[in-house]
């Protein structure tokens, strides 16, 4: 059977859960993910254990399955030519660094639009890429506390407390894979990409529904 997103390529600059999530459900879908990973230390979650399997950390690989690899120096005006070049090729991008980090580094989605018009290119922040918190850095334990749902978790008279999972990062990657499945419908009429902005904060406020 052929799976549904089979034929589509996927550029992940993201790294750690929220982006990696995102993608690796696309992947589960079957479009082909190329994981881009910083040179000697690849994606932040490589280190993190136990527990590892067969010397890999199983975080890292629990978020990371149906995915190529690459390292790439961004810094570098090599490797920014090698973003463009499978910016050029992909159907969609998916990044979760700071707000205005890669536009810096001539990659954000004004940049690599005229390189590929049908570009859907997803960016995943902890406050959205507009308004006073833009610049802040996104975690999903500050979140889990700022978004309200560690007021109303836990025993009725007692302190609040976290979600053992990082359902944040969780949430905020399934609207990514679902907000980039429109955008390429959408795509499908009128040939055009767009730019996505999800926002952590956004995400835990959305799925605290009636609360």
Known sequence: MQHPLEGFRILDLSRVLAGPYCTMMLGDLGAEV???????????TRAWG?????????YYLCANRNKKSITVNLKSPAGQEIIRQLARTSDVLVENYKVGELAALGLGYEDL??????LVYCSITGYGQT???KDLPGYDFVIQGRGGMMSITGEP???PMKVGVAV???TAGLYAANAIQAA??????TG?????????????VAWLANV
């Open 34 to 44: 190329i994981k881009v990973e910083r040179p000697g230390v690849g994606d932040d």
């Open 50 to 58: 136990p527990p590892f399997a067969d010397g890999e950390s199983a």
């Open 113 to 118: 639009k005229p390189l590929n018009p049908g």
């Open 131 to 133: 308004g006073p918190d």
């Open 157 to 159: 008279d007692g302190e």
């Open 168 to 170: 944040v990062d969780i």
């Open 184 to 189: 390429l419908l959408a795509r499908s009429k």
């Open 192 to 204: 055009r990409g767009q730019a996505i902005d999800i926002a952590l904060l956004d995400a835990q």
